[in-house]
């Protein structure tokens, strides 16, 4: 099944077309939305709308719509990088009498009448590569929103799951001729605050009795470095690559409750998330807690999956690996 032949047929249908990301949207979500909007346009001149929340360092790459009370009768939804219907950045997408799903996490809520669920490194990836089977006029503009969610969710093509194809579809998306540099440029830049939250990280990052990195973000910090709770997730790269300790989570209030953000250098830790009630992808998942009293009980979790503490041979096995 290619999206752009429901996306072809249903455009015409009805009056509206909306492209929905989900909550505290990434480079994949806002890459993923944009992308869809400009290929829309620019093979079919149908103008779709798309519903994001503000995240002010993607704006290079367009500009988007708010969820504001509109209602989602006569309309063609489709909703993408979003795993479950309440993670939506407008959940009343749900009465919309169409609704396309295309996304690329683990499955759990094939909420849409057409579900695209393909476990490829990014949402960017499917919604490319989908466009070029099918052989759609792809502008600069379009593939340098894909290229930004490809880059953003694969750590530059560095995480598991990136392949060949992965690869030829970049590759096809560069062949357009956006100015590739100037995107990675602005994906990386920082300003003085993001430095002075690092070395917060930094100073503040422990290392439990069983080997966990861990984090936890606490309202105050939050407030004193004016942080987003996609900047809040920045300090995953303090966590990251300490040699010995592959396994890290991030703890950050967020809206009363504890976000937290299970990372792993290849090692599935999933199964940790899901005992929480979260889930996502095998090395990168997340959850959540309703108080703070539960993190111990994470990180003891966690620690199960340190390798210095599981049996040799499955020691053995992930150090050939490394
Ligand atoms: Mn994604």
Request: charged residues 25%; glycine residues 8%; proline residues 2%.
């Amino acid at each position: 099944m290619n999206a752009f032949d429901i996306i072809e047929r249903e455009i015409r249908k009805y009056p509206k077309t909306v492209i929905i990301g989900h909550i505290q949207p990434d480079g994949d979500c806002i890459g993923s939305s944009l992308g869809l909007k400009y290929l829309i346009k620019d093979n079919w001149d149908v103008e779709a709308t798309v519903i994001n929340q503000k995240i002010d360092r993607l704006s290079f790459l367009g500009c988007w719509d708010e969820a504001g009370s509109a209602s989602y009768e006569n309309t063609f939804v489709i909703q993408v990088d979003n795993s479950t219907r309440e993670r939506s950045a407008a959940p009343a997408f749900i009465k919309a009498p169409a609704i396309l799903k295309i996304d690329h996490h683990i499955v759990t809520d094939s909420y849409g009448n057409w579900n695209i669920e393909e476990q490829l490194s990014s949402c960017c990836q499917i919604i490319a590569s989908h466009a070029i089977e099918k052989g759609l006029k792809i502008s600069k503009q379009a593939a340098a929103a894909l290229y930004t969610g490809m880059v953003t969710d694969t750590g530059r093509f560095s995480y598991t799951g990136v392949d060949g194809k992965t690869l030829a579809v970049a590759s096809r998306l560069l062949e357009t001729g956006f100015d590739m540099p100037a995107i990675i440029s602005l994906l990386s830049r920082r300003d003085m605050n993001s430095v002075e939250y690092t070395k917060y990280c930094y100073e503040n990052m422990k290392i439990s009795k069983g080997g966990v990195v861990w984090l936890y973000v606490k309202q105050e910090i939050i407030d004193r470095f004016g942080l987003t709770p996609d900047k809040v997730s920045s300090a995953l790269d303090t966590l990251r690559d300490i040699e010995d300790h592959p396994v890290f989570v991030l703890f950050a209030d967020l809206e009363g409750k504890i976000r937290v953000e299970f990372r792993s250098d290849r090692i599935k830790i999933v199964d940790a998330a899901v005992k929480f009630g979260g889930g996502g992808h095998e090395c990168a998942c997340g959850a959540r807690l309703e108080s703070a009293g539960q993190i111990q009980a994470v990180i003891e979790e966690l620690e199960k999956y340190v390798p210095s503490r599981r049996s040799e041979a499955e020691k053995a096995a992930w150090m050939r690996k490394s």
